[in-house]
């Protein structure tokens, strides 16, 4: 069982940045893949970002703006991101998957955090 807290959500003016972290539970923490997701009001959750060891994927309205990482010693994984846009306002969620690859599903998360609201004023 893991346990996943975001936090690092707020208001930003278009452009600005905003780091979010995502505090994990258990001693296992390095043999999953972690994602970040986002949800708009009125839509469906959407992949944002994924890491496992070494190996990243981000979507394509992300790329070049938004950087995962991860820190195993902390349990913690983060999602910087730059340049925001209005459109990147939604609840962001990190996830959990005991996938050996890099997933980008919903499906193939097992685990999820409660969210942090992320909003990008114009």
Known sequence: Q???VESGGGLVQVGGSLRLSCAASGRTFNYYTMGWFRQAPGKGREFVAAIRDGSTR?????KGRFTISRDNAKNTVYLQMNSLKPEDTAVYYCAASRNIIVVV???DYDYWGQGTQVTVSS
């Open 58 to 62: 981000y979507a394509d309205s992300v």
């Open 105 to 107: 599903e919903t499906d």
């Open 2 to 4: 893991v346990q996943l």
